[in-house]
């Protein structure tokens, strides 16, 4: 049972156009995460929130912003994607950061 | 920096093999210890978790710990199609609670 919601599933688009991606989730989890996954599998985190304030930002290009309205939404904004950008990013939650649940992702391409 | 290294890269059993896979982690003083496992086109499940020395039953999973030797094991009892799999091992670095390090995972496929 899907817990942590992620729109849209995929996103194709062109070098220097800009996205977003939406996170929510149900759980009542005060913790919520963005992580990349490149194409052999590899997860880095990417930005961390806890109660709507940002507690982790990883070495990310600038044009990655994250952005949240309230502990159960999280959003991640790319102005200008670079084909380096196609990955899958998953959005996770937690409560007090313990057990990191996971969303299914939404795979981007940048042709 | 947190450094998480599994192994093998891939493994195939045949049904009903116990399996084992291995994770030697940086940080003697990391926290928690976490398994998770993915199938395609899904996100990570979390499977099992260890924080203290020793080792930690849950069903058909068993997971070691020794910090000493920094590594970690999770072990499969009676392997099933439907085990088939990458499972990635995850670790709480003392640096930080509000992030995972993640392994870069071992694909399992267990054939009948």
């Known amino acids: 049972e899907t817990a942590v919601f992620q729109t849209p599933n995929y996103h194709v688009t062109q070098v220097g156009n800009e996205v977003s991606f939406n996170c929510k989730q149900t759980?009542?989890?005060?913790?919520m995460y963005w992580y990349k996954q490149d194409s052999k599998k590899l997860l880095k985190i990417m930005f961390s929130?806890?109660?709507?304030?940002?507690?982790v930002n990883e070495t990310v290009p600038r044009r990655f912003s994250p952005q949240s309205s309230d502990k159960a939404h999280l959003n991640l904004r790319i102005k200008s994607v670079e084909p380096e950008d196609s990955a899958v990013y998953l959005c996770?939650?937690?409560?007090?950061?313990?057990?990191?649940?996971f969303g299914p992702g939404t795979r981007l391409t940048v042709l | 920096q947190e450094k998480v290294q599994q192994s093998p890269e891939s493994l195939i059993v045949p049904e009903g093999a116990m399996v084992s896979l291995n994770c030697s982690f940086s940080?003697?003083?990391?926290?928690s210890i976490w398994w998770y496992q993915q199938h395609p086109g899904k996100g990570p499940k979390a499977l099992i978790?260890?924080?203290?020395?020793g080792n930690k039953k849950e069903g058909r999973l068993t997971v070691y710990l020794n910090r000493a030797s920094l590594h970690v094991s999770l072990h499969i009892k009676d392997s099933q199609p439907s085990d088939s799999a990458v499972y990635l091992c995850?670790?709480?670095?003392?640096?930080?609670?509000?992030?995972?390090?993640f392994g870069q995972g071992t694909s399992l496929s267990v054939v009948p």
């Open positions: 978790s260890i924080f203290s020395n």
């Open positions: 929130y806890n109660n709507k304030q940002l507690i």
């Open positions: 995850a670790v709480n670095p003392s640096s930080s609670f509000s992030k995972l390090v």
């Open positions: 996770a939650s937690s409560l007090q950061g313990l057990g990191q649940y």
């Open positions: 940080d003697s003083a990391s926290q």
């Open positions: 759980l009542g989890h005060d913790t």
